[in-house]
């Protein structure tokens, strides 16, 4: 009897013994595992949270921008947001006023993001998706767009117009 009782405490003492180790298993493999996805949850990640400061581009010389009138400005950049680094190509609405300032406006309709178009005749800018309309300013006179159309910040230097484009 004394020698079956020596066996079951022996059995109980093992118990948690192999508790600890299960335990002691189970983290050592959830450090492994977070030694591998830290650096890669940084790799995914610290390009979305990276602030977009938006590069300044030369657009055209001023005189390509007739006076008091609106021109179609095409432009080259790199999408820093994809991990390729691509090149892009987007267009801004320039409008030199009688002042010397220029003015350009992003061609997305703040409704749902369609190209507007620049209506010379009628001097408007035009949506085609759902009749939107804003005046030669950019602020809304028709349709369903909450807002005027952004605009890009610009400078002049050395006779060429510069915008500072910003990928959203
Ligand atoms: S997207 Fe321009 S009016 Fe709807």
């Not at 118990?15 to 050592?28: H, N, S």
């Not at 055209?60 to 006076?67: C, T």
């Not at 005749?121 to 807002?147: K, L, M, S």
């Not at 952004?150 to 915008?163: G, H, M």
Request: proline share 7%; hydrophobic share 40%; with cysteine.
């Amino acid at each position: 009897m004394p020698v079956e009782n020596k066996a079951i405490r022996h059995e109980d003492e093992d118990v948690p013994r192999r508790t600890f180790f299960k335990i002691l298993i189970a983290a050592l493999n959830g450090l492994i595992g977070l030694a591998f996805a830290i650096p890669g949850a940084g790799y995914i990640l610290t390009p979305l949270l990276q602030k977009r400061e938006g590069s300044w581009m030369e657009i055209g010389r001023v005189n390509d921008f007739p006076e008091e009138n609106v021109a179609k400005a095409v432009f080259r950049y790199v999408d820093t947001t994809s991990y390729a680094h691509e090149e892009k190509q987007n267009f801004a609405w320039v409008r030199r006023q009688a002042d010397g300032q220029v003015v350009a406006f992003s061609p997305k309709c703040t409704h749902m993001g369609c190209n507007v178009s620049w209506n010379a005749v009628t001097a408007q800018f035009e949506c085609p998706c759902h009749g939107g309309r804003y005046d030669a300013q950019g602020n809304v006179i028709a349709g369903p767009p909450p807002r005027p159309l952004e605009r890009y910040a610009t400078k002049i230097e050395n006779d060429f117009v510069l915008i500072q484009h910003r990928v959203s």
